[in-house]
Structures are given as C-alpha cells and as structure tokens.
C-alpha cells in the first residue's frame, strides 16, 4: 500500500478541524473567490460571448484562425518558457546560498531581492529602456526583442526562486549529501542524483509562478516588445482599448484561462507525486570555507547584485538627474513643486498614505482567506484538494486588468460596491492569494502528524495543538507569505487603475499619471517617485521579515 | 586498513572542535570513540570522512595521505547520526546507491542490494520509502547503505542513537558480529560506555577536542588515570585520597573492594542501600562527608555505623582534571 495514502487518512481524521471546522475553513475562502473571482470573470466572458442577448461562438472561431492573434499566442508560450527556463537558472546559486550559508548583510539582501518583484511594471520597463531602448545606455536599441523581454523577466521573477527554491532548500538536510558523498558521488553527481531530485517539487512550483506570471506577463512586453512583438496579455487590452472588440478580448481572456487551468492542474499533479517529509524544519546554515566554496558563495551573491541592481542602480542615478541635465534633486523637488508643472497633479504624499493603507489591509485579509485555504488544502480528502487547488490558483493566470474591469462590471450586486475603496484591497487580495497558499502549504503539509499527538498526549487540546505546533511550524511561510502580499499590493497598478478613484491615488497611479505626461520633468518626477516606493517596499520587506523572525521564537 | 591521524586540527567557526590530535587505529581493530557530547567526536569522524577540512595535520589510510582528497574517493563507510537516508528514493536504491557509485550497473547494484536486505532482515522492504519505516528499521537500513560497497573502513556516529533499548542490544550483537565477519576496520562514535564497553577491542576517550585517554577497554575501566576519565567510563567512587587514607589528590576504588569489618580502619555511617543486579550498593558517608558505594549481599539499615577496610591494590590514583 502507498504510505502516502494511509499518513494522508490519519491526517484528515486527526486533523484539528473536524467535520464542520474544514467545512469552514473550505467554505470562508470558496464564498470569497466566488464572488469576487469567478462571478466577475463569468459577467465579462458572458458579456463579451453574446451578441444582442443572445449566445455566439462566431468569435471563438474568428480569434483561432487570426494569423496575428496566433502568432500572439505561439510568442506567449515561447517567451513565458524561455523567460522561466533563463529565471531558474540564473536566481538557482543565489538560493543555495541563501538556503545553505551565512554572511553579512543576509537579511537586508535577502530583502531586497523582493524590491524588483514589487516595483510597478512601467516603471521597471522604463529603467530597462534606459539600459537597451532607443538612446540607452548600451548604444543598442533591444526592444522588440525576445531577448530584452527574457531579461527584464528574470529581473522580475528572481525573488521567486531565491525565497521559494531556498527556503525548500533550508529543510533538506545536509547530511544526505554528506551520505552520498562518502558513498563514493563526487559533488557533482551528488547534486545531480540527491540535490536536484530533493529539489524538484519546488523547482516545479517554482517553475510554474514564474512561468504564468512571464506567460501573463502585460507591462514589460507592451513596453519592451514594442508592439513588434505582442502576448495574449497585451492583445487583450490591445483588442479591448484600441479596436474596442471586447468580444474578442473576453475569448482570449477565457483561452487563456483555460491554458493556465491546464498548467496548473499539471503542476499540482506532478507536485504531489514527488513530495518528501522532512524530519528537519530547517538545516543549520554556517560561513562558507575558506577556497573554492566562498568562491562559489561570492560569485553567487555578486552575480544576484549585478542583475538586480544595475536597473535599479540606473533608476536611482536617473531620478537624480535633472530633467535639464546636470545631477541634483529637482526630481524630487518636483514632487511637491509639480502643480506649476501639470496639470496631472496627485500628492505624492496622499499616494503614499493611501499605499500603506491598502497594502496592510490586503496583507490582514490576504492572511486570513489565503491561509484558510491552505488549510483547506492541507486538511480536505486529496480529491476535494486538488479541485480547490486549481480554483485557488486561478487568479493567478487572470490578468489584473481583467479582475479590476470584472470589478466594474460585476459588483453592482447585490449591493453596489464599485464605488467602494474596499474593492482595491480585495483586488490586491486575489492577486496575492497564489503566492500565500504556495508558501504556506507546503509548509502546513510537512508537519509531521506525531507531532500533533505528541501535543495532545502532552496535554494541547486540538485548537491549542494547531496554535502550539502546526502555526509556530508554518510561521516563517507565514512571514514570507505576509511579505509577498504587502509587496504585491504596494506594486499593484493594472486592476487598481480600474477600481480606483482619482481622489484616491495609490503610489503606483501616481507615477502612471507622471509617465503619462509629456516631458522630461513629469519622467523624472515618476522616476524618482518609483525610487521612493522602492525604499518603502525595501524598508517594509525587512521590518516584516525581523519581526516575524523574533515572534517565531516565541512560543 | 589502517587509519593515522597525524595533530589534527578542525575548526567549527571560531572553535577548534578537534584540537591537535594524534590517533592511530590498526588495520580490522573495532574502535570505539566515546566522549561526552560536544567533545568533536562526529566531527573527527567528518574529518575522516573527508567532509570537513582540517585546519592543520594529516589523515592516512593504510599509510596513503588522504588529507586533501575528497570524501567520494576516499572509499570510506560513515553511517550518519539519524541516518541521513535519501528520502526520495526507495530502500533499494538507498543501499545500491554506493554500488551504482562504484561502477555495477542499476539491475546488478539492486539485486546485489535486495541480497544484502535480505541477510539484514529486511526482505520486502525494497519499494518502500524512508519515511514509511520504523527507527529500527531506519537504523538497519542505514547500516547496510553504508556497508553495502564493502568499504574497508566502517565509521558509525552513534548508531544506536534514537532506539529504545531492546532494540539496541540486539543491534549492537549485530553489528559487531557483522564488522568482525567482514573484518573491516570500524570506528564506532558514542556518548554511551555500555555501548562503548561491548563494542570495542580498543577505546578512546575525547574531551573537549583531544583524547584523554586510549587502551582497551579494561585497561581503561583498571586504571582511568583521570578523575573525568573515572566518572565518564562510571567509576562510582571517585573520592579524594584522604577520604580513606590514601596520600592522593584523587583516587578512584571499585565498591567490591570495600569490605565491611569491624577491625576496619575507617569508619562510615550508612546512608542508603540500592538494590541492583542482584545484590545491594550501601551508600555510606566518611568522616570527611564524602560519600562511597560498598557492595553488599544485604541490605543495611540507615544511620547504622560501621567499619570497613580497604583492599589497598585496586586503589587507582588520578589526575586531577576537572572542577
């Protein structure tokens, strides 16, 4: 019999829910996705599906045989693979060093490889034509090139490996490596025969992330593909804004649904088949040796600040160039100064109250139903799993732009909420709800259950049992998952923009509206605003990260 | 296969975790090393293994120096604390994966691997997983893994570690009928002396990165020459050598050499008496309140008075080398 099956039984009946509890705890989560997921999605495909009332498949047919519309789909699928492959290996040394090592500064850096991830598409788009756009830094015009595409997604997606491959890595204990080494692998083989395969379930989840959000992906490929180069994504705000066919970009949102259902049912599958309890929560880590190991670490950490921080050291030199040439401040002084400048006027400061106020909610509520539905996910009968997997999944492959505008033509029932700022928060929530269940599952799932009867012999009842055991255990997950939803919620830009009221700016809209403006004062204004947001997330990643180290050592 | 450690230094950060230290270990002898924990014995083992760098010295292996070579060509056996299976391949290929790594192809290194499982006593074993195995199991599994390339030198880091201890007698029996058989020279790791005692042909014992003390086992057990040495191997009357007059800063006597007399020339009141293996330990005092052990076919009743006297040969004197 598969052990697997049998620990899996003893779990769910053990668990320390019951019948009712994970009834709730699958419910809580499910009601939210409906109604603020599926019952959005639903009213825009039907809206784009039906012409005069009545139902209509003539598009679907239009949209398969468009050569355009085809060839949009094919350079989505090779971009978003590329992209995933060139992600992975570039940000795997830095996660071995993470997982494996201590050095000085660890904390600040692991921090700041979450900066790029948050920093608003646009933004990160124009630093990157700073370098390789028309008069960039290296005298080559890339864009419109795959190649400029693949390397501002691996800017992007590198956080998700380095934290997501290294905290997986921190659990695997050194001494199997050791093992195989005295019985005879040389390095290399042990890597490829223990490491690697050890690995494998969160280089595959890993994978997947990287792969929707590159597959996803809207801001980098409309700015950096030029148009030459187009994505679903991009075709279905193409479609949407210039050839108002909103019939058309509702089918290519519902196909591309579809093909990210398909990728994540195959990953979650394939996630399963492979999982390995680890006795250890986490191996001790040390300095590296003296020779070719701090060689390796070096090489490791250098390579992790070249790509991260030339863009956002080229960011950082802009916003302090003067949009009349020569170094200062005006930049930053045109952030107060700058009614006389535009009319686009939006108070940085506002921007940056409203931010905050929006990233902890979404944080509070990200927590609640994202955590819940890992514990759904962890508790419920394999079955009734992997169907909640996939739906919880979704949001993921829904593009921002097509929840924020589902926002506005679905919930106006049963009561009108589109005027509602609550609505940015819940927004920023179903983005973020991937990332806290895939961090936060895994975690809930190697729990060993003796652990759980060692506290209920010790005297914990059930709900103690969970809070004493099974939370302290995820905590760390909980902490990167809380840093992953305050991070995503402070970048959010493409449903926010929709949802939002001008009156309410968050930092992101702001320099939207800056970039929107002609002119060179406006660029460098938004430039530097995009700097002062990436000090905020910097700060707020680090803060997050210290204060749920220490509450984790409470018990 | 004979093993020289020549000063051998490892430095764990910013200690020497194994500090200057000389060992040699016969080709086919059982060797134990015990100590208590932190003392750089799973350390040692790692620097012999070749998986932690040595700060200063030498290792040689049948008088080859294999002191920079790396562990996967050292073709030595450690079996890890806690076993350190691989959790994601099966039981087979766990103890096939040392016969892969010295060149049998996959069908060969399985079915050599499924013959040696089933000596073990683990026939049906083969297609499960680590995770779905007792301690036991775990732990014989481990021991085949690390035996299964016939390595010619066995290290155990306190293999018996997490069992209970029905368990581990039998598994001890085992394990040194199985070493001896193959004659492979074994360095055992333990904090445990009976484990320790049963096990070794020859002992050391490490304190705080150094060996304080090497011999068989009863030349160890007759003559500690150290009071940490007398205390750890569980020496029960370590006392002061004016305790029962012996002009020694320390000296250590068995309880069986204590003799109730009423000529004897020291005097004791009782304590307590232990029933144990058969027999009673009389806990005494002396006049200068120290307290030692005197075997006894009887037990004595508390407060009593006595005398005893001192068979003066199986008196050991001892260095002074702890608080």
């Known amino acids: 019999m598969d052990p697997r099956v049998d620990s899996n039984s003893t779990l769910l009946t053990a668990s320390p829910v019951g019948r009712i509890g994970l009834g709730v705890i699958i419910a809580v989560p499910s009601l939210f996705l409906l109604y603020f997921f599926a019952y959005p999605v639903a009213s825009i495909t039907i809206r784009g599906l039906t012409t005069d009332g009545s139902f209509s498949l003539a598009v679907v047919g239009d949209v398969m045989t468009d050569p355009v519309l085809l060839a949009a789909a094919r350079f989505t699928v090779i971009q978003a693979l590329i992209s995933t492959i060139v992600t992975v290996l570039v940000a795997f040394p830095a996660a071995w060093a993470f997982a494996r090592f201590d050095f000085p500064a660890k904390r600040a850096l692991r921090a700041a490889t979450l900066v790029p991830f948050v920093l608003p598409t646009l933004v990160v788009g124009s630093a990157f034509l700073t370098v390789a756009g028309p008069n960039g830094a290296i005298g080559t015009d890339l864009t419109g090139t795959l190649f400029l595409i693949v390397v501002a997604h691996a800017f992007y997606n590198y956080a998700i490996v380095v934290r997501g491959v290294g905290a997986y890595w921190e659990r695997i204990d050194p001494r199997t490596e050791d093992a195989a080494r005295t019985l005879g692998a040389s390095s290399f083989t042990t890597f490829r025969t223990i490491t690697l395969p050890l690995l494998r379930p969160v280089i595959a989840s890993t994978s997947a992330l990287v792969f929707l959000f590159s597959f996803t992906s809207f801001g980098v490929v409309l700015l950096l593909g030029d148009l030459k180069h187009t994505t679903i994504e991009v075709e279905i705000w193409r479609q949407t804004t210039a050839f108002l066919r909103l019939d058309v970009a509702s089918t290519l949102a519902v196909l591309q649904l579809i093909g990210v259902g398909v990728i994540l049912a195959g990953y979650g599958w394939f996630q399963r088949s492979t999982a390995v309890q680890f006795e250890h929560a986490t191996a001790p880590t040390r300095l590296p040796r003296k020779g070719k190991e701090r060689i390796a670490v070096t090489l490791a950490l250098t390579s992790m600040l070249v790509i991260l921080g030339t863009p956002l050291l080229l960011l950082v030199i802009r916003s302090f160039t003067n949009p009349a040439g020569g170094a200062g401040i005006a930049n930053y002084q045109n952030l107060i100064r700058l009614p006389e400048i535009t009319a686009a006027f939006v108070n940085p400061v506002d921007a940056i109250r409203n931010s905050f106020t929006v990233a902890f909610m979404t944080l509070a509520i990200a927590l609640v139903i994202g955590g819940l539905a890992a514990a759904a996910l962890t508790y419920a009968s394999r079955r009734v799993a992997r169907g909640f997997d996939l739906f919880v999944m979704l949001p993921l492959g829904t593009s921002a732009v097509t929840i924020g505008f589902g926002f506005l033509v679905a919930l106006s029932w049963p009561i009108d909420l589109r005027t509602s700022l609550i609505l940015i928060p819940i927004a920023h929530t179903l983005v973020a709800i991937p990332f806290v269940v895939r961090t936060t599952t895994p975690a809930l799932g190697s729990i060993r259950h003796n652990l759980r009867e060692a506290a209920a012999v010790l005297g914990a009842s059930p709900w103690r049992t969970w809070w004493t055991i099974d939370l302290k255990i995820v905590t760390p997950a909980i902490i990167v998952a809380a840093a992953f939803a305050f991070a995503i919620s402070m970048g959010e830009f493409g449903a926010t923009s929709f949802i939002t009221r001008p009156s309410f700016p968050t930092i992101p809209i702001a320099i939207f509206k800056l970039l929107s403006k002609p002119g060179a004062a406006p660029f460098g204004a938004a430039i530097a605003l995009s700097v002062i947001l990436m000090v905020i997330t910097g700060v707020s990643m680090f803060v997050i990260d210290t204060i749920g180290t220490r509450a984790s050592n409470e018990l | ?323």
């Open chain 2, 1 to 323: 296969m004979s093993i020289r450690l020549d000063s051998v230094s490892v430095r764990y950060e910013d200690d020497l975790a194994v500090n200057d230290l000389d060992l040699t270990i016969n080709s086919g002898e059982r060797f134990v090393l015990m100590g208590p924990s932190g003392s750089g014995k799973s350390t040692l083992l790692r620097a012999v293994a070749g998986l932690e760098p040595l700060e200063t010295g030498t290792v040689e292996i049948d008088g080859k120096d294999v002191t920079t070579l790396p562990p996967h060509r050292r073709a030595v056996g450690l079996m890890f604390q806690e076993y350190a299976l691989f959790p994601h391949l099966s039981v087979i290929d766990n103890v096939g994966y040392g016969l892969r790594m010295i060149g049998m192809d996959r069908n060969t290194a399985r079915r050599k691997a499924s013959a040696l499982l089933d000596l073990a006593g683990l026939q049906g074993f083969d297609a499960r997983k680590p995770d779905s195995l007792s301690g036991g199991e775990r732990q014989r599994v481990a021991l085949v893994r690390t035996l299964a390339p016939e390595p010619s030198l066995v290290m155990l880091d306190e293999p018996l570690g997490s069992l209970d201890l029905a368990l581990r007698e039998d598994l001890l029996t085992q394990m040194r009928t199985i070493v001896t058989e193959l004659g492979a020279t074994t360095l055992y790791v333990t904090h445990d002396r009976t484990e320790a005692f049963a096990f070794a042909e020859r002992l050391a014992i490490m304190r705080q990165g150094r060996i304080v003390r090497t011999g068989t086992p009863e030349q160890v057990w007759d003559d500690p020459q150290t009071t940490f040495v007398a205390r750890f191997i569980g020496h029960s009357n370590v006392l002061t050598g004016a305790a029962i007059g012996f002009d020694a800063p320390s000296i250590t006597v068995p309880p069986g050499a204590l003799t109730f007399n009423d000529e004897g020339e020291i005097g004791i009141h009782i304590v307590e008496s232990v029933f144990a293996d058969g027999r009673y330990e009389i806990v005494a005092e002396v006049a200068n309140g120290e307290r030692l052990r005197i075997d006894s076919p009887v037990p004595l009743d508390s407060g009593l008075s006595d005398r005893i006297t001192v068979d003066r040969k199986a008196v050991r004197e001892l260095a002074v080398d702890e608080v």
